[in-house]
């Protein structure tokens, strides 16, 4: 077979498209959720599956499609997940009822679990630590944070002019085409190891564990925080937590190696990672479900309140991105979770009768579109700072399993709050929006809390030296050479 040269960044061109896709369809369902629940008969609880179950799934098996990637090479992971990615975005797009949605989601979601860290660790390998993996990476983080607010105006335009159906479709074409492509564009590697081990019960328990954990929080409201179901509930998933450490302090061949949490920076950037997801994707859930059950939002309008934030965090990504190699990396991180807890806080004071740009439109461009771009760039380097070769793809996974897992966490945290509080401002006579408003206030600041919490993580466990390690400049480095397709 003749050799085809590998230039790094079409390759990487290629694989950011296919991940900003799998990143945004966490999001993109948002806004088309109150038509979905109504031309399938969602009951108002399980609507937040079609959230959670992509998002559970995707973040659940990260950590085993990492693992995957390193033993069984990353291209053919790649080509795999978007195969598996692919084909249940269409089924989503043909599911006529609540039950088959949520399971084309939650395959949609292992499909990115499998694509995921394999694309990002092949990104790490093409470029050299330093300078240029450095602006590989920003860039790459920034996607991840326009993601986010790209899914809701897509999923409001399609939505609006299409129908819910092509918000699943729209991956179709777009994974097809990659698919097509990447045997030719990315290059082949793997971990050279004499047996290949793999980890399905530290997969089973810790998927387990959060599964329930989630789904404890999320059912709450409903049946009472107090209730034995919930206690029982919880305290399994504690127990399969404590299982799944276990697993993997005894075990040949890990799925999570604990000895990478020796790297200080990379626990850092990992809790910070649960936290920024457990912030920011439940502003966008809440934030859009203020605009449409309280402001009477159409999906189309509730799409579009985001893009202004969305396009400004592209300017910023280059600011963030600069910052971050010529500064204090650490520092950058601490401004952006700052800037999206305070600006998440901000938007507890939008009042019932609410305009967007009075009320909206400042914290939107504080927390989506400054912090994100602040938060997610510096993150993204510092979770494979000094990480070896042969665990690249576990460092990958684990960086969106904390982020993917904060996320769906975050979504059934500021749901089960705003549920519980609108409950019981409707006990007290309050009318339905005057409820709902409350209910989201409470969701907010408990969101923003989240995001504030993660500044002094920062200070504590980020080092600086292993941060400047990884960003250093270097110039006196020879070029990387041409990889070449295997």
């Not at 860039?139 to 944070?145: C, E, P, S, T």
């Not at 990992?270 to 203020?290: D, E, M, R």
């Not at 020879?478 to 990889?483: A, M, S, V």
């Amino acid at each position: 077979m003749t050799s085809i040269p590998i230039h790094r960044w079409r390759a990487f061109s290629l694989l950011a498209v296919a991940a900003f896709m799998t990143v945004m369809d966490l999001t993109i369902v948002n806004t088309a959720l109150p038509t979905i629940g109504r031309q399938l008969h969602f009951s108002e609880s399980s609507l937040l599956w079609v959230v959670t179950a992509y998002g559970l799934a995707y973040g659940g098996f990260l950590l085993l499609g990492g693992r995957a990637a390193d033993l069984l090479g990353r291209r053919r992971m790649i080509i795999l997940g978007l195969a598996v990615f692919t084909a249940a975005s269409l089924g989503a797009s043909l599911a006529g009822s609540e039950a088959a949605l949520i399971i084309a989601r939650a395959v949609q979601g292992l499909g990115a679990a499998m694509f995921l860290p394999a694309a990002l660790s092949t990104v790490r390998n093409m470029f050299t630590e330093g300078a240029e993996r450095n602006k590989a990476l920003g860039i790459w983080g920034a996607l991840a944070a326009l993601g986010a607010t790209s899914g809701v105006v897509f999923g409001g335009l399609l939505t609006r002019f299409a129908g819910w159906q092509y918000v699943f479709l729209l991956n179709v074409p777009v994974g097809l085409t990659a698919l097509m492509l990447i045997r030719t564009v990315v290059p082949e590697s793997r971990v050279d190891v004499a047996r290949r081990r793999y980890d399905p019960l530290g997969a089973l328990t810790v998927t387990g564990a959060l599964l329930l954990l989630v789904y404890a929080v999320a059912q709450a409201p409903h049946v009472g925080w107090g209730a034995s179901r919930t206690i029982a509930e919880l305290a399994i998933a504690v127990a399969l937590l404590g299982a799944f450490v276990m697993v993997e302090s005894r075990g040949e061949a890990p799925l999570m190696p604990l000895r990478i949490f020796r790297l200080k920076t990379l626990a850092g950037a990992n809790a910070v990672g649960v936290l920024l997801g457990a912030s920011f994707y439940s502003f966008i859930f809440i934030g859009t479900l203020y605009m449409q059950q309280v402001l009477g939002f159409s999906a189309l309008q509730g799409g579009f309140a985001w893009a202004a934030a969305g396009v400004t965090s592209m300017l910023f990504a280059g600011v963030s991105q600069m910052l971050v190699t010529k500064g204090s990396a650490k520092l950058v991180m601490a401004f952006g979770m700052t800037v999206i807890g305070v600006g998440i806080l901000w938007t507890t004071q939008a009042p019932v009768h609410g305009h967007f740009w009075a009320n909206l439109f400042g914290p939107f461009l504080l927390a989506v579109g400054m912090g994100s771009a602040f938060a997610f760039i510096p993150v993204s380097i510092a979770a494979l700072a000094g990480v070896a070769e042969d665990e690249a793809g576990v460092a990958s996974g684990l960086i969106y399993t904390s982020q993917e897992l904060g996320g769906a966490l975050g979504i059934a945290i500021a749901s089960s709050v705003a549920a519980s509080h609108s409950n019981t401002l409707r006990h007290a006579g309050d009318t339905v929006r005057v409820a709902l408003t409350g209910g989201f206030h409470s969701a907010l600041w408990v969101a923003g809390a989240i995001a504030l919490c993660a500044i002094p993580v920062t200070f504590l466990l980020i080092r600086t030296d292993e941060m400047m390690a990884a960003v250093a400049a270097t110039a006196l480095r020879e070029p990387q050479p041409e990889l070449v397709a295997v």
